[in-house]
């Protein structure tokens, strides 16, 4: 409908008043109506009465805050006018030709989630740990932030990077055995930055100086490097594992002070340091991109190769150059796996982390900051199994899984909508 | 012979047409001849003016695209036969003596190396030591049936490619065909064999196809990526048969408590294609036959041109009338028909024996190498989905009797792809001519030379 609108109002005449008319679009409406209807329908169908434990401290923690009893039923349908108060208001909004802001859809996903918390925990003996959630998010979202702020600049540059999975799994593999033998958690994680970007090296060599398609290379990079991988672990890891594949892991580092903050000191202050690495790599690599000249190399010969090369920038230099460190971002996020995750590496252990990760670039449309958000998105989502098992979830596990990415589906369709990528990405450049 | 090596000595013969000084017009069957004494290598007592005509036709083949093909795949059997090297136990204790008896180095690199691509040969195209023909043979039907879910599943990715489409989603897609064809293979009872087999397969095509179109339909009314849509569809199909699998009444056996279906009824079984000493079974004939229609499809029907333009330039097609967004869906729909199609086959004819949620096998990520090795064109799908196949063979024989890891059919496969879409790289390694530089368009040398620049 609002396509047809769309190319309406673009077919018009060119008059005064066509000039002023601003696009708006009835989607992101559509979606939040139609979320809150699944949401009321899902508390009418499986109706559920009891109490929720919502946990909010640990054990141990400096403050210490009583376990919130709310009853579950009300809270949920609360959350539900919260969520169709928000939809009004974004209604409301188009109406009158405006924007949805992000807030409203913030406040709309906080109630949404919330509500469904607790009508899912509703009637539990067990408490809903809120910190296990959220902490969890953080800690399954590395691989996949890291791996999409590599995506981010390798597509940034116009090199389309598939092959994030292929960086993460031979980053977890090589940091594994690196962090075996040396006893040493900092040098497995040099070590997976320098298979990361090997991964990348050879992207490179087939991508830019071959020319060969950056999908075909990407994918079958995948495919190479879980060969190759799981091909070694059976040969070699195995038949050595107390020495091979026995890794050194970061422990947890407290940062004093701040991780006695209630709910959010264990979430973001009690983590493993490639955790707080990752808070820093986000708003580094976005000022890297917008604030550099390096950045604006980088976009340049991303969006446009011919004009960069123009005025002088070495494309092919500059493309190296930016796969070589977006392979050494997503070579960080490998390292999650054997060395903060497990500790040992295991075949295929990324098991598609690099697809999601690609996913989460597409999704926080090629901007840093909001990939990585989307990757929190993703990490939230794989967590969220976790907890609900403890909880013992009403409906089907099954279907608590699939909730995360059915919102995905619908957030992209209706919120994100057509995303336009960098305009050379994919692109190899032929100079002439 | 093969249309690719007829076509490039045909250009010869025009290109050798034009210039008197190398070519006599009226001795065709002279060159006949050189062009056979060429194939069996060079010959010493040649006359200059042969020798010329030789060099020439030489560099015709050495600069042919499928000399380049030859050379991939030896490069990639090399870098396999240096993975084996270096982890084969055998290897490892005689190395360890090297400097001593250097020999038993090699002898054993020798049986390592050669055991293994002995048994890969032996495991996917025919058994020399089987004690009579049908077991010889038997190999190769192998390699045809692991080809067939690759051929179907391969189509259906290379025809989204050709749409300008990047189909991840194949895993999804072939498990809710899976779980079409095989509720109705077993849950459907009292209707005769070929009638049942077709309710089966149709069903299961049409899931497929329905998985896939709900990705086309986002992409053309929302603009949502399909990359992101497949593959989240990817997850949300695992858990949705993950729950049919483990919910009485649905999916799961009776009286079971395993996320397993139960058997295939006989009724709607894939009959065995050869006899039921083989495992191959009709599917492979499906599997052609798709290839017949994707080939007619793309090359011959209006629906296919739509899709090859929008796939080249979807702004050109829209300009030129066509309707994007309705190309987009259908073809998606027709390409999950085909990953459909590879999901019913597995479960009509691959897996009788019921299935859980792996019954994907991979499958869906598989075609997509299948695809590009393939070139997105269906004859192509098919030669590769045959070697694929091969490679699945042969690497469960060489990891039954050499105890090699199969995965490194999973290394041998990806190098040979990366290297035959790179043919400067093999040519570099190789040493082999540039048929770019004989051409004297002026054009196609200045690409060559800032192609170089671009590569320097």
Same mark, same amino acid.
């Given at each position: ?72 039923? +009300? ?16 209604? %409301? ?34 408490? %809903? ?10 800690? !399954? ?74 999908? /075909? ?148 449309? !090629? ?26 979830? +009403? ?25 336009? +990528? ?11 | ?21 190398? %070519? ?57 036969? /240096? ?144 990359? /992101? ?42 009959? +065995? ?105 269906? !004859? ?77």
């Amino acid at each position: 409908m609002s396509a047809d609108q769309r190319t309406a109002q673009l077919d018009a005449p060119l008059s005064e008043t066509t000039r002023t008319v601003t696009l708006v679009s009835w989607k992101s409406a559509g979606v939040l109506l139609a979320v809150t209807a699944l949401y009321a329908l899902l508390l009418l169908a499986v109706p559920h009465s009891g109490d929720t434990r919502f946990l909010l401290s640990q054990r141990g923690d400096f403050f210490q805050i009583p376990v919130i009893v709310l009853p579950a039923a +009300p809270l949920a349908w609360a959350c539900g006018a919260v969520m169709l108060a928000a939809t009004a208001f974004v209604v %409301l909004r188009t109406a009158r030709g405006s924007r949805t802001p992000l807030w409203v859809v913030a406040v709309f996903a906080f109630a949404g989630l919330t509500g469904f918390l607790a009508w899912a925990g509703a009637g539990s003996p067990r408490d %809903l740990s809120v910190v296990g959630l959220l902490g969890g998010a953080v800690l !399954w979202s590395v691989p996949f932030v890291y791996g999409a702020l590599g995506g981010v600049i390798g597509e940034r540059a116009g090199v389309v990077n598939i092959a994030i999975e292929a960086q993460l799994l031979g980053a977890a593999f090589t940091a594994g055995i690196v962090s075996s033998v040396t006893d040493s958690a900092l040098l497995g994680l040099a070590a997976a930055v320098l298979a990361g970007a090997l991964v990348s090296l050879v992207l490179g060599l087939f991508a830019i100086t071959y020319h060969v398609n950056q999908v /075909i290379v990407g994918v079958v990079l995948n495919v190479l490097v879980v060969g190759l991988t799981s091909f070694l672990y059976s040969q070699v890891l195995q038949d050595d594992a107390a020495t091979l594949n026995s890794t050194t892991r970061f422990s947890s580092i407290p940062i004093p002070v701040l991780s006695d903050i209630p709910v959010l000191g264990p979430v973001l202050f009690d983590q493993p340091l490639l955790i707080y690495l990752m808070f820093l790599a986000v708003p580094a690599v976005w000022y890297a991109l917008n604030r550099t000249r390096w950045g604006l190399r980088l976009r340049a010969v991303g969006e446009h190769p011919k004009a960069a090369d123009t005025v002088g920038i070495d494309v092919v230099r500059t493309r190296y150059n930016a796969v070589l460190v977006a392979g050494a971002v997503a070579g960080l996020g490998g390292a999650f796996y054997t060395t903060v995750y497990l500790s040992q590496f295991g075949e295929n252990m990324t098991g598609g982390a690099g697809y999601i990760a690609l996913a989460a670039v597409i999704f926080g449309k !090629w901007d840093p900051v909001r990939a990585a958000f989307a990757g929190l998105l993703f990490g939230f989502a794989s967590n969220l199994q976790n907890v609900l098992s403890v909880v013992g979830s +009403p409906v089907p596990s099954q279907f608590m899984l699939m909730v995360p990415y059915v919102v995905t589906l619908l957030a992209v369709a209706g919120l994100v909508g057509r995303s336009r +990528p960098p305009a050379a990405s994919g692109e190899p450049y032929i100079k002439g | 012979m093969n249309a690719p090596e007829s076509s490039s000595e045909e250009s010869s013969e025009q290109e050798a047409g034009r210039d008197p000084s190398t %070519l006599d017009p009226g001795t065709a069957e002279e060159l006949e001849q050189e062009r056979a004494r060429e194939a069996t290598g060079p010959v010493g007592d040649a006359a200059p003016d042969t020798a010329s005509r030789l060099a020439k036709a030489l560099h015709q083949t050495m600069s042919s695209p499928w000399t380049v093909s030859v050379g991939a795949v030896v490069l990639a059997i090399v870098a396999g036969s /240096i993975m084996i090297a270096f982890t084969d136990e055998e290897v490892k204790a005689a190395s360890a003596y090297f400097f001593a008896r250097p020999a038993d180095t090699f002898v054993a690199l020798g049986q390592a190396i050669g055991g293994a691509y002995a048994a890969l040969f032996r495991g996917s195209v025919v058994n020399l030591q089987a004690p009579d023909l049908l077991t010889a043979i038997r190999p190769f039907t192998e390699t045809l049936n692991y080809a067939t879910p690759l051929i179907a599943a391969g189509l259906g990715v290379a025809l989204a490619f050709r749409a300008g489409l990047f189909n991840i989603g194949g895993q999804g897609q072939m498990l809710v065909a899976a779980a079409a064809a095989g509720w109705v293979g077993f849950g459907v009872s009292g209707v005769p064999f070929p009638l049942h087999l077709l309710m089966a397969l149709v069903a299961g095509i049409a899931a497929g196809a329905l998985w896939a179109g709900l990705a086309g339909l986002l992409k053309a009314r929302t603009g949502a990526h399909e990359v /992101i849509v497949t593959i989240m569809l990817n997850y949300v199909a695992f858990y949705l048969i993950s729950y049919l699998l483990a919910t009485p009444g649905l999916l799961q056996a009776p009286g079971s408590s395993n996320p397993k279906t139960p058997p295939t009824a006989e009724t709607a079984q894939l009959p +065995p294609l050869i006899g039921d000493r083989f495992n191959l079974h009709w599917g492979f004939v499906l599997a052609l036959l798709a290839v017949v229609f994707v080939w007619w499809l793309l090359s011959r029907s209006s629906a296919g041109f739509a899709f090859r333009a929008v796939g080249e330039n979807p702004r050109a097609a829209r300009v030129a009338g066509i309707d994007t967004g309705r190309a987009t869906v259908s073809s998606m729909l027709v390409a999950g028909g085909l990953v459909g199609l590879a999901g019913a086959s597995q479960v009509l004819g691959g897996v009788t024996t019921g299935f859980s949620s792996d019954i994907d096998a991979g499958i869906g990520f598989d075609a997509i190498t299948v695809a590009l090795l393939g070139g997105s064109n269906p !004859w192509g799908v098919l030669a590769a989905g045959i070697l694929f196949g091969a490679f699945k063979a042969g690497g469960s024989t060489m990891q039954a009797s050499q105890g090699i890891p199969s995965d490194i059919v999973l290394v041998v496969q990806s190098l040979i792809v990366l290297f035959i879409a790179a043919p400067p790289l093999i040519r570099a390694i190789f040493r082999l001519p540039d048929p770019n530089r004989r051409r004297t368009s002026k054009k196609k040398t200045k690409a060559t030379r800032a192609r170089k620049e671009a590569a320097a």
